[in-house]
């Protein structure tokens, strides 16, 4: 058995900057609303008809783990791609990022777990490589929001919290088991699938064809939707549950983490865990204030701008944590 190390990490996120003020020039909404209830400021939305794509961008991000990782890209033997926002119905994004960065035949794998897929990413990485199955796994996660919002006042519930961007990680063998991912920890709960969900198009409920024939303007399915304070609720839950259970599965306490990196769903969210943590700020490292919720991007751009910070030491406890759609969440406890 071995353990597996992040390696190298890298980040991309769109030029285009869109304040809380920009967003009130097509919807009812106000700056002092979004950051009473959010915290968010700003976030980065891709341009109309630019070239970033969830694909592209997840390359730019990709390439740059890669050249911090130190290998070479035909060293990777596995690439993991979470998102909710592929570019394409089917095929996921795994084989464009193969073709992009011109990666011989090894496995692509995507995941589809919203905001916690860079968590099941990890998981799913580690285990191969924990096997010995792989040495080098790429894990990506990107989510290209902005084309898929409701930019209504109707949509604003979601629409402010969301923006674009991708992260990167490469996880490499770890010979050495006290170091690297010490264990990740995965829950789901399907009864609550529909509270944060967008339903088409889907063969489930309203594919394509249905809402063309529908031509119905009025049709909201094809836009996420939240019961926001529901999922609120859950979240602060799940995520202490989560953080707990890594710590006692590896004999430590509250008082052994040197970081906490949330997935960045509400400023909220993380600072009533940094409470119940007792984690001053520099043991919580946060950004949603700059790129708002980026789902399965949110944790590896907030780790990979720790780590550019020098926020993530040799030896440090660094724990991972996230909630969402699904309802999905997991943890990652990583001896650095
Ligand atoms: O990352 C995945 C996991 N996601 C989360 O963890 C998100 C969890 N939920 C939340 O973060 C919060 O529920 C939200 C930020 C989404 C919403 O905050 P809230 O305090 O739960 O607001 P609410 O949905 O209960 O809405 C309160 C009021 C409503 O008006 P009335 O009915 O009281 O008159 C909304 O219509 O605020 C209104 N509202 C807005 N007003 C201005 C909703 N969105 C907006 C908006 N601007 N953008």
Same mark, same amino acid.
């Given at each position: 058995m071995y353990n597996s190390k992040i390696i190298g990490l890298g980040y991309y996120v769109p030029d285009n900057v869109v304040t809380n003020d920009d967003l009130t020039k097509f919807m009812e909404t106000s700056d002092e609303w979004i950051q009473e209830r959010t915290g968010i400021q700003q976030r980065r939305w891709a341009v109309?008809?630019?070239?970033?794509t969830t694909a592209t961008m997840g390359v730019k991000a990709a390439k740059v783990a890669i050249e911090r990782a130190g290998i070479?890209?035909? @060293? =990777? @033997?596995f690439i993991v791609f979470a998102t909710l #926002? +592929?570019?394409?119905?089917?095929?996921?994004p795994g084989v464009q990022v193969q073709k992009a960065l011109d990666i011989k035949t090894v496995g692509a794998l995507d995941i589809r /777990? *919203?905001?916690?897929g860079f968590v099941y990413g990890i998981s799913v990485a580690d285990q191969y490589i924990k096997s010995g199955m792989y040495k080098n796994v790429l894990v990506i996660g990107s989510e290209l929001h902005s084309k898929g919002l409701d930019k209504t006042t109707r949509g604003r519930g979601v629409t402010v919290i969301f923006g674009d961007g991708a992260g990167a990680a490469v996880l490499s063998r770890e010979e050495?088991?006290? $170091? &690297? =991912?010490?264990s990740t920890h995965l829950h789901s709960q399907g009864?609550? %699938?529909?509270?944060? #969900?967008? !339903? %088409? +198009? &889907? !063969? &489930? $409920?309203?594919w394509v064809s249905d809402i063309l024939a529908d031509n /119905?303007?009025?049709?909201? #399915?094809y836009f996420p939707y939240m019961n926001g304070q529901f999922v609120f609720k859950n979240a602060v839950v799940r995520f202490s549950e989560v953080i707990m259970e890594g710590l006692m599965k590896n004999n430590l306490?509250?008082?052994? =983490?040197?970081l906490l990196v949330p997935h960045q769903a509400n400023l909220r969210i993380s600072q009533f865990i940094q409470g119940k943590f007792r984690l /001053?700020?520099? *043991?919580v490292y946060n950004n949603i204030m700059t790129y708002g919720n980026t789902t399965a991007a949110s944790i590896p751009i907030a780790l990979t701008e720790a780590w550019e910070q020098g926020k993530?030491?040799?030896g440090d406890l660094v724990v991972l944590a996230a909630f969402g759609s699904g309802f999905t969440w997991g943890s990652v406890i990583i001896r650095w």
């Open positions: 109309e008809g630019g070239e970033d070479d890209k035909d @060293d =990777i @033997d #926002s +592929p570019d394409y119905y089917f095929p996921g /777990n *919203q905001c916690s050495d088991t006290t $170091k &690297g =991912i010490l009864e609550h %699938a529909e509270e944060l #969900s967008l !339903m %088409a +198009p &889907g !063969m &489930g $409920k309203r /119905n303007p009025e049709d909201e #399915s306490t509250k008082e052994d =983490i040197d /001053n700020d520099d *043991q993530v030491k040799a």
